[in-house]
């Protein structure tokens, strides 16, 4: 009880606000600092585990995202190389991972590399992805502590267009940690949000395709009917036909076609049988068929919501509950566009290797403070 009016007492500023901001707060000197006086570091975290057992009485974020901007002007302002600018990103991040994780916050994820990235100069780019490979092998040799911790490790993007040695270590490292659970740290690379929409889309359409079934068990599958002959006949159309459709008029009572540029783009013959009637579809050489009667109707399938959520990237973690851009920006920049329509966004002022403790505690308090209307909108939704 004593810890907890101690932590009062400062959040109040009773004991005088730059003291705690002094002893709780990120510096980069932080490790040497615990070096030269061991008890700093036990001190400082009692701090923290006071401030946030106060903190835990109000709802916690299950998800904080962060857009990790600033590490240039950083190595800039100090006339260091670039490079010195992400490592000091590297340590900042280190820094707010073990806040998150004694916070009670189970899913971080970090904007760490943007597809748009590739196209800064080709020696910042290999700086980048030295220094990605190098962490990531870093997080492999500390496999153990990860797996003790329960914590898994998730790289979210197109990793196609990852260099092989990196791409290898970010499944190695996904592997080592896949069977974790207490907490997730999703570190997006190679990432934009409309390659991710894209992406979900895609996977959809395919999945429905893969759906689509045609009489006697034949199964179209990426515009191919499964189980035909060559020459063979579904409903009287020959696969022969289906491809010339495509570049000739559909031959047949009731069939119409659409023309573009000299060319058959979507043709469709009705056929009535018995009472039943058939469509038969051949568009850009795809087959597809609708069967109606008076009790049974066979539609193609649909793509849904539910269906492209389950294909986006980002479908292992909830939605974030708070994105925190650093450097004063409150540009999204093509991240988690998806994700954040319900989200509040936080743009403290600190460069990135700058942001530390307070301004985190800062963006949860505001989360506490809105908390029952963001879940009044997201209801709403």
Not at 130 to 145: A, F, H, M, S, T
Not at 161 to 172: D, H, I, K, T, Y
Request: aromatic letters at 8%; glycine letters at 8%; a positive charge.
């Amino acid at each position: 009880m004593g810890s907890r009016i101690l932590v009062y007492q400062i959040v109040k500023g009773h004991l005088g606000f730059s003291w705690l901001a002094s002893a709780l707060g990120h510096t980069m000197d932080e490790q040497s600092l615990v070096a030269a006086n061991p008890s700093h570091g036990g001190f400082t975290s009692f701090l923290r585990k006071c401030l946030f057992s106060v903190m835990s009485v109000g709802p916690i974020p299950a998800h904080i995202a962060f857009i990790m901007d600033g590490n240039r002007r950083y190595a800039k302002r100090r006339n260091l190389p670039v490079g010195e600018g992400h490592k000091a990103g590297y340590w900042s991040l280190m820094s707010l991972l073990r806040y998150c994780w004694e916070m009670g916050v189970k899913y971080v994820t970090v904007y760490a590399f943007s597809i748009d990235n590739f196209k800064r100069p080709p020696d910042e780019v290999q700086i980048l992805m030295d220094l990605l490979q190098e962490k990531i092998e870093g997080l492999l040799d500390k496999r153990n502590y990860l797996n003790q911790a329960g914590v898994r490790v998730c790289f979210i993007g197109n990793l196609k267009l990852l260099s092989e040695p990196v791409r290898v270590a970010a499944e190695n490292a996904m592997k080592a940690t896949a069977n974790n659970s207490n907490a997730t740290l999703l570190i997006c690379v190679a990432y934009t949000s409309t390659d991710e929409i894209v992406h979900a889309v895609e996977e959809s359409c395919k999945e429905k395709m893969n759906e689509i079934q045609v009489p006697n068990g034949r199964k179209v599958s990426n515009g191919v009917i499964h189980g035909v002959k060559e020459g063979g006949k579904v409903n009287g159309v020959t696969e022969t036909d289906v491809h010339k459709s495509c570049n000739n008029n559909f031959d047949g009572e009731l069939g119409t076609g659409a023309v573009s540029n000299g060319k058959i783009e979507r043709v469709e013959k009705v056929k009535k049988e018995n009472g039943t009637v058939r469509h038969v579809v051949a568009s850009n050489c795809l087959v597809e068929e609708v069967e109606e009667s008076g009790e049974q109707q066979q539609k193609i399938p649909r793509v849904k919501l539910v269906d492209v959520e389950k294909h986006m990237y980002m479908a292992v973690a909830p939605d974030p509950d708070i994105l925190i851009r650093t450097s004063g920006e409150t540009r999204l920049s093509n991240f988690l566009l998806w994700q954040s329509s319900n989200c509040p966004l936080y743009s403290p002022a600190a460069l990135w290797p700058d942001l530390g403790l307070w301004q985190l505690v800062w963006a949860v308090l505001n989360f506490q403070r809105n908390h029952y209307y963001l879940e009044k909108k997201k209801k709403q939704a």
